[in-house]
């Protein structure tokens, strides 16, 4: 009897609480399981477009960036040190692991990626965090 008020605040804390902090560490870690739609959504190397991202083309072209995020692969804009896909520089020329990355590897900094503010020269862009943020929550597909 008294304990029905707890209850239904436990209840509301269960519904909401995933809700509150998902907003930047919100991935999980679900295995990819959706087989043929994961394939046809943006991958690692299967290339991100404004149809499969949701995400219109000229959103997808940073400003002042030599090349487009849309028609390449995830692969492509982390690893490949001629793509550019921010204004000042390839993703490779900031970071040593960038090249070399794997999918599943490349998977684990995700997380951080959402969350960094690059040590005070501001936050990762948000179309980046978005596609990235999504491609983490349907488990990294290929
Ligand atoms: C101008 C330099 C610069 C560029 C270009 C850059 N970053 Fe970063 N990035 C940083 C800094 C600075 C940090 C915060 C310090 C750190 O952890 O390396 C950071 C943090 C990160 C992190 C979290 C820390 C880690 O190493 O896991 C990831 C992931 C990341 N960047 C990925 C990328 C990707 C992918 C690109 C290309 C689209 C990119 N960055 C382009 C400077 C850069």
Redesign the pocket.
């Known amino acids: 009897m008294g304990n029905r008020p707890n209850r239904a605040l436990l209840i509301f804390l269960f519904v909401t609480a995933p809700v509150f902090f998902s907003d930047c560490l919100g991935t999980n870690n679900s295995v990819d399981r959706s087989g043929q739609k994961a394939q046809q959504k943006a991958g690692w190397s299967t290339p991100i477009t404004s149809v499969n991202t949701g995400v219109p083309s000229e959103k997808l072209h940073l400003e002042g960036a030599p090349d487009s995020i849309e028609g390449l692969t995830i692969q492509q804009?982390?690893t490949d040190s001629n793509v550019q896909?921010?204004a000042?520089?390839?993703?490779s020329?900031?970071?040593g692991?960038?090249n070399e990355a794997a999918r599943l590897e490349?998977c684990e900094?995700?997380s951080?990626?959402l969350c960094?503010?690059?040590?005070g020269?501001g936050p990762?862009p948000q179309v980046?965090k978005d596609v990235?943020s999504d491609w983490k929550n349907r488990g990294c597909p290929d």
């Open positions: 804009f982390v896909v921010r000042d520089a390839a993703c020329e900031c970071h692991w960038a490349f900094h995700v951080e990626f960094t503010n690059q040590d020269a990762k980046l990235l």
